[in-house]
Structure formats: structure tokens, C-alpha cells
């Protein structure tokens, strides 16, 4: 059964803030916009307003696996991931930030939720069609009213696309003022399509990217043996498999048997110098009054 905020369904309480994702006015019933034309969907209690493109999942060998995985396992998925992982995730990082807020009255969206459901009460947004989203879109035109939300979460998201600074200037719209945002980006960290992969992030070039809010702090998000072990595990993958494609991608499940060691970083994240060669930041921001 769905959960309430402030006395209504999640799902009645997105459709209060249900705005166009190209122009912003409202929407009829029907999800579509008279101004502009744009329309949207519905999937049972989920809208949709056109996310990941047919094929795009599945175009990358490794991410065409892990959507498998993914859709497999679904909610379950995030724990094996938190498993097998080369990536120790510093400890109380979301649920803290999420338990600022009265999540029974404040509007609070996760950008980029894949398979993850942090709370009943968070407003799910993702470009692919999985079971927990409440709402499928492309997350540099979100359909939802200018300042609609409280807060908002965007875990491992910006490495994967073209643009973060269109994606940071949306949820600068879609938050209030006041509203805060908590964002995890990589730092040293190799390739991994999710469709796609296209940057990483130093302390000083996040910063800059949420130059629009007020930067309430940064810090390591996972620690510098996540960064050495995932490298290692690629390393070893490419060495072990001779040169071939085929052999690679066999050999490097194995790898993550060294996975365990990721759990050093509950200390090394720690130590002064971790900003060096962390796997990670986290930045928590502001949007001004």
C-alpha cells in the first residue's frame, strides 16, 4: 500500500506539482500540455514523459548484464551491489540527509533512482522504466513546477551524462528556496556505462558546477582504496585474459572476491589526505533564499 505525505498518496501529491518538462505550465488530466503539446503517460501509477530511448540500456555489453541483474533482482539488487562492489559507500550518507526533512510533508525526489526505493516516501526519478519509479522522464526536463520540491537526492548520476550542468541547473528549478540537495559523483573510478560514462569529478570542479547554490560542504563520499581496488580489478581482468574481449569479461566477476578489501576505507576515508585519490565526493547545497 502506498504511503501518505501530509494526509495524501505520493502519487496524489507528485500530480499537485505536475508541470510540463518543456514549457512548465500546467497539465490537464490527460498529462498533456496546452501550450506546447507535450504529452505523457500513464503505466499503471507510474508517468511517463519519455526517458531512455529503445536500445540505450542495453548498448553497452557490461550494462546490458547488469540491466539484466537488474531487472532480476530489482529491489534486491542495490544490496549485491553494495556486496560485490569494489566501492565501501561512506557510511550514513543518505539516511541522514533524508531524515532532515519531514518526509510526511516536505517533497523530497531522488534524481537518478535506479532500482533503489531510499524511502516510501521519496518521489522516484529515472530514465529507465523500473518497478520502483513513480515517475519516467528525462532528468534535464523534469515535469514537475518550479520551486515544488524540499530536497532532493543524485547518487552516481552526473558521471553518466553529456550535460551535468543542464541536470544541476533543473534540480536548481525544481528545488525551493531553501531547498537542499545531496549529490555523489566519482572521482577515480574506471569506466562503467550506466548507459553511458562521461566524466569525473574533482573537489574544486564540483564546487564550480553548483556555483548557483551555497555550497553547505563537500567531502569524501568513498575512500581511496575503493578508487586502487576497482582500478586493480580492471587491471588484473585485462592482464589475466590475454587480450581477449571475451575472456575479459569472464575473468573480471572473479575479481570481485578482492572486493572485501574495500572495507578499509571505514578507516582511510578518514585520513586527512583522502581527498587525494578518493573514489568519490559528496557535495551538500543550498539553493538561496
Not at 499537485?16 to 503539446?37: I, M, N, T
Not at 537526492?153 to 544541476?168: F, K, M, N, Q
Request: glycine content about 10%; proline content about 7%; aromatic content about 6%.
Amino acid at each position: 500500500m502506498q504511503q501518505t505525505i501530509a494526509g495524501t498518496t505520493r502519487q496524489d501529491r507528485l500530480l499537485e506539482v505536475l508541470a510540463c518538462p518543456r514549457c512548465h505550465a500546467r497539465l490537464d488530466p490527460s498529462l498533456a500540455c496546452a501550450v506546447c503539446g507535450t504529452t505523457g503517460r500513464r503505466d499503471g501509477d507510474r508517468l511517463d514523459f519519455g526517458g531512455f530511448g529503445e536500445g540505450e540500456l542495453t548498448a553497452d555489453p557490461l550494462n546490458r548484464i547488469k540491466e539484466l541483474v537488474k531487472t532480476r533482482l530489482h529491489r534486491l539488487y542495490p544490496a549485491a551491489i553494495r556486496l560485490l562492489s569494489p566501492v565501501q559507500e561512506r557510511p550514513g550518507l543518505v539516511a541522514p540527509f533524508l531524515r532532515s526533512f519531514d518526509l510526511d510533508r516536505d517533497l523530497v525526489a531522488d534524481f537518478g533512482c535506479g532500482t533503489h526505493r531510499r524511502d516510501e516516501r521519496v518521489l522516484c526519478l529515472d530514465g529507465g522504466s523500473y518497478g520502483n519509479v513513480d515517475v519516467v522522464t528525462d532528468l534535464r526536463r523534469l515535469p514537475l513546477a518550479d520551486g515544488s520540491l524540499a530536497g532532493g537526492v543524485s547518487i552516481a548520476v552526473l558521471e553518466h551524462v553529456p550535460d551535468p550542468a543542464a541536470h544541476i541547473a533543473e534540480m536548481h528549478r525544481v528545488l525551493r528556496p531553501g531547498g537542499r540537495m545531496l549529490v555523489f559523483v566519482p572521482f577515480m573510478q574506471p569506466f562503467h556505462a550506466s548507459p553511458y560514462d562521461f566524466q569525473r569529478f574533482t573537489e574544486v570542479g564540483l564546487r564550480e558546477q553548483f556555483g548557483a547554490f551555497e555550497v553547505l560542504g563537500v567531502r569524501v563520499g568513498a575512500g581511496p582504496t575503493s578508487g586502487m581496488l576497482w582500478v586493480l580489478q580492471e587491471w588484473l581482468a585485462m592482464v589475466l585474459s590475454l587480450g581477449s574481449k571475451r575472456l575479459y569479461r569472464l575473468i573480471l566477476p572473479l575479481t570481485w572476491l578482492l572486493s572485501p578489501l574495500k572495507l578499509l576505507d571505514l578507516l582511510l576515508v578518514h585520513h586527512p589526505m583522502a581527498a587525494q585519490a578518493a573514489s568519490g565526493f559528496v557535495i551538500e547545497v543550498r539553493k538561496p533564499a
